[in-house]
């Protein structure tokens, strides 16, 4: 109990008090309370702040619905036993287990519009090179293939984990009446997935919501020259850790916070609405 | 109540502002062990090597935190914000926090310890330097690191277009369009990109076009036309002659890649990254570097000329003295002499006048260096409480310049802008 009082509600704590005041450049320099106006700053800014909900929302739910198809199309690929398997699971597996912040260099590299690897290969198969993480507009969709690059295999392990605990007799049954594959896996396989699924949105929807290492790794403080990869969370970095704001760093958390808690209430409440 | 809790976890990992709760701080008063945190760099390596001596020498045991630049930064921040006592002594940059960590009182006044002893003698460290690391008065810090921005060129490739070396900046861009133009693939020029990375190198063409940041009031001058002429042209020249795929990202790794890889003519950046150019290890270029002092404009050769990085004693150490004992050590004229030796530009006069000191390095460089030091200015970006902040403000003029955009437009936005953080700063 002392436990969960000292790291969890201690600092929400004083980050709520923090969002309510006016701390800047140090939080041991005297600062005033300011009532709600960090809140109406933060919510009345359409150059930073709206514009850094969009890209976390973009960047999220990007991710998530090309991660949960191809980790879909995995998890059936390697559900029934296949010869050479075992390397397989290896290979798509390498992704998850390499570090974020590595993960992130490597794509930087292989990104670099000038002497990157990716736009050499373009060059044989004769497609002009790419910005990738370098101009404004294809930033946020090459963040997002790193992304799906990188989480595509947890979002495997969790389904296969739901299919290899499935029964085999719905499927069978189906197979009997004459159902083709496609038929199959549409109205017997998925549906009964179904929980094993939300499961896993939630688990890589948070985890992507938060993400900072590959982002900041890749485009550094503000998310660039245009601020084209700053999510809430790079924002609220750069507000606290660079401009040294630290009330408005705290109130962007907490709605960052309240919008976390409000898409979870979301999710749960379609999950319980569906199981009634 | 899971929800709660998983949404709790999300937020505490997502960037706690504020949870920076004490970290330690268990020294007892003058304790034997002293706790110095320093920043990834050449001057680290080489005074490393030598911390067994001050051991020794005094018996205390030194325990080196080492960290990259941005790292470094923000370890400080939660750090010094929680008046943690786990750091004694600390390396930083000066231009970039001086102002704000002076303050906030996270520094020990070293005003009476300077003045102290005549042999180690303060009065030998160069004036510029010297005059970042005093806040209101008080001597703050001791410089370690100067830098100063200069011109790196390509020998062959100039040989090959018959120029010689550019001393304007109209000789500047004509030389990159040519070389560029000779040989695609070559990029006649390039330096940083990121609106805040390259605002520190973007200054010296301010400067040298006849602009500032702001004036002796305090108020914003980065809408001026000097300013917007600099702008264009520093924009243009990346825009024009920079590499084939324009990138608005490049901090000096990147730009310095394209150089190593003899992908670029010309490069500004700071003199105290020549070794990036000149190992063989590093470059692929190394037998062709040439170095030059910065070209001049409308008003004269103006580049930067900084205490890149200090060293200070943090305000809540318990072993203050300590600290004090490990930097006079460090900054010692013996001590500045030796890593001058090993390349590392340092801040004392006496020694830059021994030509020991300067022996290793390339000898184009230092003279280049020599005249940059006569007209350079003491700092390369705004000197103001929220240094990133305003690095944001003013770089994007140029990254609009870069991208083809209306850099006078983003200037006066720029100016607009950057007003209003100085008035934020004033109350």
Redesign the interface.
């Known amino acids: 109990m002392i436990f969960t009082i000292l790291l969890i509600a201690f600092p929400l704590g004083w980050t709520i008090y923090l969002s309510f005041t006016d701390s800047f450049g140090s939080v041991r320099a005297p600062f005033d309370f300011v009532g709600f106006d960090n809140y109406v700053t933060a919510l009345t800014d359409t150059s930073r702040f709206w514009p850094a909900v969009l890209r976390t929302l973009i960047f999220t739910v990007g991710a998530l619905a090309f991660e949960l198809v191809a980790g879909m199309a995995i998890a059936l690929l390697l559900w029934r036993p296949f010869k050479g398997q075992a390397w397989v699971r290896v290979v798509v597996l390498l992704p998850f287990v390499a570090t974020p912040v590595a993960i992130a260099m490597m794509w930087r590299l292989i990104f670099d519009p000038n002497i990157g690897f990716a736009n050499q290969v373009l060059g044989w198969i004769g497609i002009p090179p790419q910005p990738w993480f370098s101009s404004p507009e294809t930033t946020l969709p090459s963040l997002i293939f790193v992304d799906v690059w990188e989480f595509t295999p947890m979002i495997a392990i969790v389904l296969l984990a739901g299919l290899t605990a499935l029964s085999d007799e719905p499927d069978e049954a189906a197979r009997i009446d004459g159902a083709n594959a496609w038929q199959r896996f549409w109205l017997v396989t998925l549906p009964l997935m179904r929980p094993v699924v939300l499961v896993a949105i939630m688990l890589r929807a948070i985890d992507a919501l938060k993400t900072f290492d590959l982002l900041y790794t890749v485009k550094g403080q503000g998310g660039g020259s245009f601020h084209e990869a700053e999510t809430l969370n790079i924002y609220a970095y750069t507000l606290s850790f660079q401009y040294n704001s630290f009330g408005l760093a705290s109130a962007v958390l907490i709605l960052f916070f309240l919008m976390v808690l409000l898409s979870m209430w979301l999710l749960t409440l379609r999950r319980k609405e569906r199981t009634k | 109540m899971r929800?709660?809790?998983?949404?709790?976890?999300?937020?505490?990992?997502?960037?706690?502002?504020?949870?920076?709760?004490s970290g330690g701080g268990g020294d007892k008063a003058e304790s034997t062990t002293l706790n110095v945190t320093l920043a990834n760099h050449v001057w680290t390596d080489s005074l490393k090597k030598r911390i067994p001596d001050f051991e020794k020498e005094t018996g205390l045991k030194v325990v080196v935190n080492q960290l990259s630049e941005d790292q470094l930064?923000?370890s400080y921040?939660v750090k010094?914000?929680?008046?943690s006592a786990d750091v004694d002594v600390m390396m930083y940059r000066p231009l970039q926090v001086g102002k704000?960590f002076a303050?906030?009182?996270?520094f020990v006044d070293l005003t009476k310890h300077v003045s102290d002893d005549a042999t180690w003698n303060w009065s030998d460290f160069q004036p510029g330097p010297v005059s970042i690391t005093t806040y209101q008065d008080k001597v703050v810090g001791v410089p370690i690191v100067t830098e100063n921005e200069i011109l790196y060129y390509r020998k062959d490739l100039l040989q090959k277009a018959g120029l010689s070396v550019p001393t304007t900046m109209d000789e500047l861009q004509a030389a990159a369009k040519k070389i560029k133009e000779q040989n695609p693939g070559v990029a006649g020029f390039v330096s940083r990109?990121?609106?805040?990375?390259g605002v520190t190198q973007f200054s010296g063409f301010l400067y040298s076009f006849g602009g500032d940041w702001m004036d002796a009031d305090g108020t914003s001058t980065v809408g001026t036309d000097a300013a917007k002429k600099a702008y264009a042209y520093y924009g243009g020249l990346l825009r024009d002659y920079g590499?084939?795929?324009?990138?608005?990202?490049m901090?000096w790794p990147?730009a310095m890649?394209?150089f190593q890889?003899g992908?670029a003519a010309f490069e500004t950046d700071a003199s105290s990254l020549y070794d990036n150019l000149a190992n063989p290890e590093k470059s692929k270029v190394s037998d062709q570097v040439g170095y030059a002092a910065f070209p001049a404009g409308p008003a004269g050769s103006k580049p930067y000329n900084v205490a890149a990085w200090a060293l200070g004693i943090n305000s809540a150490s318990k072993n203050q003295d300590n600290a004090w004992k490990f930097i006079k050590w460090a900054t010692s004229p013996e001590m500045t002499l030796a890593l001058q030796e090993e390349g590392n530009s340092g801040a004392r006069t006496s020694v830059w006048e021994n030509p020991a000191a300067t022996a290793k390095f390339p000898a184009e460089l230092v003279k280049a260096i020599a005249e940059n030091g006569k007209n350079g200015i003491g700092y390369d970006r705004p000197l103001v409480?929220?240094v990133?902040?305003a690095r944001?403000i003013v770089?994007?003029p140029f990254?609009a310049a870069i991208t083809g955009g209306d850099s006078n437009a983003a200037a006066d936005k720029a100016n607009t802008e950057f007003q209003s953080l100085l008035d934020s700063e004033k109350k």
């Open positions: 929800i709660a809790a998983v949404a709790t976890a999300t937020l505490l990992t997502a960037g706690m502002v504020s949870a920076c709760s930064a923000d921040k010094l914000n929680a008046g704000l303050a906030s009182h996270y990109t990121q609106a805040s990375a590499p084939a795929q324009v990138n608005t990202d901090s990147e890649a394209l890889q992908k409480l929220s990133a902040q944001e770089g994007a990254v």
